[in-house]
């Protein structure tokens, strides 16, 4: 049973930054998957901020997110991470790190329907 756990949000000023993290256990040793880190404001869809292909490395960011976070996973390919700096009050919602087996495209933001598994998610909110 794959199960993973968010951690690191926390509330902000404007400008500061946070590290987000995910920790990922149960998988088998085949460690080629798709990670990602949702978000959803409230009244808002879910959205896909960043996702990153392990076998690779390959990563994509939505626009509004280019430049600021970074998407990156530790040598064991066990924890996921997302560095936010330079926050934004828009930055402000619940964010979820999500998992599934296989290879991901890095072009195009994803839905939250293409992935298996979900962290119980960590609240981000960024005050001006």
């Known amino acids: 049973q794959v199960q993973l756990v968010d951690s690191g949000g926390g509330s902000v000023q404007a400008g500061g930054s946070l590290r987000l993290s995910c920790a990922a256990s149960?998988?088998?040793?085949?460690?080629?998957?798709?990670m990602a880190w949702f978000r959803q404001a409230p009244g808002k869809e879910r959205e896909d901020v960043a996702h990153i292909y392990t076998g690779d490395g390959d990563t994509y960011y939505a626009d509004s997110v280019m430049g600021r976070f970074t998407i990156s996973q530790d040598n064991a390919k066990t924890t996921l991470y997302l560095l936010m700096n330079n926050l934004k009050p828009e930055d402000t919602a619940m964010y979820y790190c999500?998992?599934?087996?296989?290879?991901?495209?890095?072009?195009?933001?994803?839905?939250?329907?293409?992935?298996?598994?979900w962290g119980q998610g960590t609240q981000v909110t960024v005050s001006t």
């Open positions: 999500a998992a599934h087996t296989g290879w991901c495209g890095t072009w195009s933001p994803f839905s939250s329907a293409d992935f298996d598994y």
């Open positions: 149960g998988y088998t040793y085949y460690s080629r998957r798709c």
